[in-house]
């Protein structure tokens, strides 16, 4: 639970009198924000904002932080009478997790290299041993360098080709503007070498004395900057080897699979760019793959003196081509590899000497083709025997090797890595995710539905429910979707959510559009002037849900998350009615206030997602969902919003303005609480421990919701 300083509660008391009496005499009453009016303006009409005062990018101001205080202490006295569901729930999902569990190892030069959680540590611990036989080497043990800190991550860690050193970014306040550390193995002491204000990436030169790494800019936290620094060097002097100056698209550097090549990726959601430099040749200038053009993508990755590019040139759902390296410059060069296949969308490959190995998605599912260099005819899928499933790849280290690692998972089945041999069939299970706390996968049902929303489209939908569930129209709703960026929401396991099933819910991920489940088109009909249908299909899942008797029209609860939050929000607008409850995390409600302005980190990376408000038809269109700007005096469902105050992806002000709208304007007497995580970002607490305690508390509220009703 998040503490309220005593200095911080008599402030909020002061600024917001109707906290008086729940401070000193314990009775619940709802915080009410300020009003003051303020004016955002546009090109296209002025709109007043009584709450645009909640926004303080210091994130110090007294009165900003005396109402999130009392926000916080408003959920602390409300969920204090379920508190033993809470307590219940946080040992559930705890109970369920192996606390001393480790990785699958993977071979990488001289060493296996792996992570482990001991018991009771928040933090995983990243070792390696010998292949030829010895001790564990601890690389980075994360509990000792998070100790004492209220949030901590490492987000990122790279060894160099020596295998000497390591190079990693940390991050302290949740915010993902990181801190390169690089630290000697053979002594365990961090170099002095220190660079702030950096993206997680990192490239290692060939030699292990040069790093390649991103710097962000500082007001808008756009990545625009790659530094090569000299290990021993003064930070200051790290040289500027690019900068990026259009600011729609996002950086990164890493190092080809083979170690080869340095490589900064460039990406905007229309376009890509990438440039390569030999690793050994540190200190020469970088060369375009192939010149960036709006609408068309590539991504590439090398193997033994040719490329492999997956790119959406002539190809929506994307096509394989090659190219040799001493060919790079100009896709006109390159060779088709893989045809375009209308209903199969490519989303990943994995190079081996003999074998190309695909990702794809069709008919909504993950699955892996394999295809022999020699032989491409004959190509073969890793089967499944379940409805809906999921395979990708694991740590594919080694090129020149016949074993393909990949991961297996689905709504019944816990992760698991499996290896392949592409050369005999022969198929190792090297690890499967230990559930404790009883679990049992025979008593659970995983289920496949097609939900018609519009003409010619059906959104796939997965479901879970426990073994000899009866579709009688009596059982509560947990329906999740996320619907932006191209994102697919995967059916995977999740423990966690097993402590609604086996309290009679049934589990839905609703692939709407605005992902990528069903290929590029699906991702194009969910965003700019389609983003619409994303909200549409939402209600349309639980509409059908509820028509055929999978739920109950009074237990409909819906969750969502960043983009998923605005989902939430546009949800809650439209038909508040369909829900008993909405849960909304760090969710994106603020759409065109956040759009027109360019200082806020992020904002123009996202044009080409939502729209350029400065546009008029865009500007109507955003306004005409956009939850903060939409809500109304209605009934609304009961809901909880939560955010980080650091952060940097959703600013912490849009669910605080919403949340106060919401206070303002909503005709029911149904419960709304906010809560703000005040030492984290975008992503909650930074233990594995933590995270779980914040899950069963979004449990704890539907669950008590649930109570209430019957």
């Given at each position: 639970?998040?503490?309220?300083?005593?200095?911080?509660?008599?402030?909020?008391?002061?600024?917001?009198?109707?906290?008086?009496?729940?401070?000193?005499?314990?009775?619940?009453?709802?915080?009410?924000?300020?009003?003051?009016?303020?004016?955002?303006?546009?090109?296209h009409?002025?709109?007043?904002?009584?709450?645009?005062?909640?926004?303080?990018?210091?994130?110090?101001?007294?009165?900003?932080?005396?109402?999130?205080?009392?926000?916080?202490?408003?959920?602390?006295?409300?969920?204090?009478?379920?508190?033993?569901?809470?307590?219940?729930?946080?040992?559930?999902?705890?109970?369920?997790?192996?606390?001393?569990?480790?990785?699958?190892?993977?071979?990488?030069?001289?060493?296996?290299?792996?992570?482990?959680?001991?018991?009771?540590?928040?933090?995983?611990?990243y070792?390696?041993?010998?292949?030829?036989?010895?001790?564990?080497?601890?690389?980075?043990?994360?509990?000792?360098?998070?100790?004492?800190?209220?949030?901590?991550?490492?987000?990122?860690?790279?060894?160099?080709?020596?295998?000497?050193l390591v190079?990693?970014?940390?991050?302290?306040?949740?915010?993902?503007?990181?801190?390169?550390?690089?630290?000697?193995?053979?002594?365990?002491?961090?170099?002095?070498?220190?660079?702030?204000?950096?993206?997680a990436?990192?490239?290692w030169?060939?030699?292990?004395?040069?790093?390649?790494?991103?710097q962000?800019?500082?007001?808008?936290?756009l990545s625009?900057?790659?530094?090569?620094?000299?290990?021993?060097?003064?930070?200051?002097?790290?040289?500027?080897?690019?900068?990026?100056?259009?600011?729609?698209?996002y950086?990164?550097?890493?190092?080809?699979?083979?170690?080869?090549?340095?490589?900064?990726?460039?990406?905007?959601?229309?376009?890509?760019?990438?440039?390569?430099?030999?690793?050994?040749?540190?200190?020469?200038?970088?060369?375009?793959?192939?010149?960036?053009?709006?609408?068309?993508?590539?991504e590439?990755?090398?193997?033994?003196?040719?490329?492999?590019?997956?790119?959406?040139?002539?190809?929506?759902?994307?096509?394989?081509?090659t190219?040799?390296?001493?060919?790079?410059?100009?896709?006109?060069?390159?060779?088709?590899?893989?045809?375009?296949?209308?209903?199969?969308?490519?989303?990943?490959?994995?190079?081996?000497?003999?074998?190309?190995?695909?990702?794809?998605?069709?008919?909504?599912?993950?699955?892996?083709?394999?295809?022999?260099?020699?032989?491409?005819?004959?190509?073969?899928?890793?089967?499944?025997?379940?409805?809906?499933?999921?395979?990708g790849?694991?740590?594919?280290?080694?090129?020149n090797?016949?074993?393909l690692?990949?991961?297996?998972?689905?709504?019944?089945?816990?992760?698991?890595?499996?290896?392949?041999?592409?050369?005999?069939?022969?198929?190792?299970?090297?690890?499967?995710?230990?559930?404790?706390?009883?679990?049992?996968?025979?008593?659970?049902?995983?289920?496949?539905?097609?939900?018609?929303?519009?003409?010619?489209?059906?959104?796939?939908?997965?479901?879970?429910?426990?073994?000899?569930?009866?579709?009688?129209?009596?059982?509560?709703?947990?329906?999740?979707?996320?619907?932006?960026?191209?994102a697919?929401?995967?059916?995977?396991?999740?423990?966690?959510?097993?402590?609604?099933?086996?309290?009679?819910?049934?589990?839905?991920?609703?692939?709407?559009?605005?992902?990528?489940?069903?290929?590029?088109?699906?991702?194009?009909?969910?965003?700019?002037?389609?983003?619409?249908?994303?909200?549409?299909?939402?209600?349309?899942v639980t509409?059908?849900l509820?028509?055929?008797?999978?739920?109950?029209?009074?237990?409909?609860?819906?969750?969502?998350?960043?983009?998923?939050?605005?989902?939430?929000?546009?949800?809650?607008?439209?038909?508040?009615?369909?829900?008993?409850?909405?849960?909304?995390?760090?969710?994106?409600?603020?759409?065109?206030?956040?759009?027109?302005?360019?200082?806020?980190?992020?904002?123009?990376?996202?044009?080409?997602?939502?729209?350029?408000?400065?546009?008029?038809?865009?500007?109507?269109?955003?306004l005409?969902?956009?939850?903060?700007?939409q809500?109304?005096?209605?009934?609304?469902?009961a809901m909880l919003?939560?955010?980080?105050?650091?952060?940097?992806?959703?600013?912490?002000?849009?669910?605080a303005?919403?949340?106060?709208?919401?206070?303002?304007?909503?005709?029911?007497?149904?419960?709304?609480?906010?809560?703000?995580?005040?030492?984290?970002?975008?992503?909650?607490?930074?233990?594995?421990?933590?995270?779980?305690?914040?899950?069963?508390?979004?449990?704890?509220?539907i669950?008590?919701?649930?109570?209430?009703?019957?």
């Amino acid at each position: 639970m998040l503490k309220t300083p005593y200095r911080t509660l008599v402030l909020a008391c002061l600024l917001f009198p109707t906290l008086a009496t729940f401070a000193e005499d314990k009775v619940l009453l709802t915080p009410k924000a300020e009003k003051i009016e303020f004016k955002v303006t546009s090109p296209h009409g002025d709109r007043i904002d009584p709450y645009y005062w909640l926004r303080d990018d210091t994130r110090q101001d007294p009165k900003v932080l005396a109402y999130l205080n009392a926000e916080n202490a408003y959920y602390q006295q409300y969920s204090a009478h379920y508190s033993d569901l809470t307590e219940q729930l946080t040992q559930e999902l705890i109970g369920r997790i192996k606390q001393d569990d480790s990785s699958v190892p993977y071979v990488k030069g001289d060493y296996r290299y792996f992570s482990r959680f001991e018991t009771g540590k928040e933090y995983p611990i990243y070792l390696r041993q010998p292949v030829a036989g010895g001790a564990e080497q601890v690389v980075l043990d994360v509990n000792e360098l998070a100790a004492g800190k209220d949030y901590f991550q490492v987000a990122n860690l790279q060894i160099s080709p020596d295998q000497r050193l390591v190079a990693y970014m940390e991050d302290t306040s949740g915010r993902r503007q990181y801190t390169l550390k690089v630290r000697d193995l053979q002594t365990g002491k961090d170099l002095p070498d220190q660079l702030t204000g950096l993206s997680a990436a990192i490239a290692w030169s060939a030699d292990s004395k040069q790093l390649f790494l991103v710097q962000n800019d500082p007001v808008t936290l756009l990545s625009n900057t790659v530094l090569k620094h000299q290990l021993g060097q003064d930070p200051a002097k790290a040289k500027v080897v690019y900068q990026e100056t259009d600011n729609s698209f996002y950086m990164w550097v890493g190092n080809s699979q083979d170690g080869r090549y340095v490589m900064i990726y460039l990406s905007s959601t229309v376009s890509d760019e990438i440039r390569v430099l030999d690793a050994a040749t540190p200190a020469a200038e970088f060369t375009v793959f192939a010149p960036r053009e709006r609408d068309f993508k590539y991504e590439a990755e090398h193997i033994a003196g040719r490329w492999v590019i997956r790119t959406d040139w002539q190809a929506p759902n994307y096509r394989l081509m090659t190219v040799s390296a001493d060919k790079i410059g100009d896709k006109a060069n390159w060779q088709p590899l893989l045809a375009h296949d209308e209903s199969v969308f490519i989303q990943d490959f994995a190079l081996f000497n003999d074998y190309l190995a695909i990702s794809e998605r069709s008919e909504g599912l993950r699955k892996i083709r394999v295809m022999p260099w020699s032989d491409p005819a004959k190509a073969f899928y890793i089967s499944s025997d379940e409805a809906a499933y999921v395979t990708g790849f694991e740590m594919n280290a080694e090129q020149n090797t016949p074993w393909l690692r990949y991961t297996y998972t689905s709504l019944t089945t816990p992760a698991s890595v499996y290896q392949l041999n592409m050369q005999t069939g022969e198929k190792q299970l090297l690890k499967q995710q230990e559930v404790l706390g009883g679990f049992d996968k025979a008593n659970y049902v995983t289920e496949r539905v097609w939900v018609p929303v519009a003409e010619n489209v059906k959104v796939p939908v997965s479901l879970l429910y426990r073994k000899g569930f009866k579709r009688d129209g009596t059982a509560p709703l947990y329906q999740y979707a996320y619907g932006s960026y191209g994102a697919s929401m995967d059916p995977s396991f999740r423990s966690s959510v097993l402590s609604l099933v086996d309290r009679g819910f049934v589990y839905a991920i609703a692939h709407i559009r605005g992902g990528q489940e069903m290929g590029r088109q699906w991702y194009e009909d969910g965003k700019l002037l389609n983003k619409k249908n994303t909200f549409t299909d939402f209600i349309a899942v639980t509409d059908y849900l509820v028509a055929e008797k999978y739920a109950s029209k009074d237990k409909v609860f819906g969750m969502g998350g960043s983009a998923g939050g605005l989902l939430m929000g546009a949800v809650a607008n439209m038909a508040p009615e369909k829900y008993l409850g909405l849960v909304a995390h760090v969710p994106f409600v603020d759409v065109v206030t956040t759009m027109l302005d360019e200082s806020i980190p992020l904002t123009t990376n996202e044009f080409d997602e939502w729209g350029n408000p400065k546009e008029k038809v865009f500007y109507d269109y955003m306004l005409s969902y956009s939850p903060y700007d939409q809500v109304k005096a209605q009934d609304y469902p009961a809901m909880l919003v939560t955010t980080g105050l650091h952060d940097s992806q959703v600013q912490y002000f849009e669910p605080a303005k919403w949340v106060a709208r919401l206070r303002e304007l909503k005709t029911d007497n149904n419960t709304l609480l906010f809560r703000t995580n005040m030492e984290a970002g975008h992503g909650g607490k930074s233990g594995r421990f933590a995270r779980l305690g914040e899950t069963a508390q979004e449990y704890a509220f539907i669950l008590n919701l649930l109570q209430q009703e019957q």
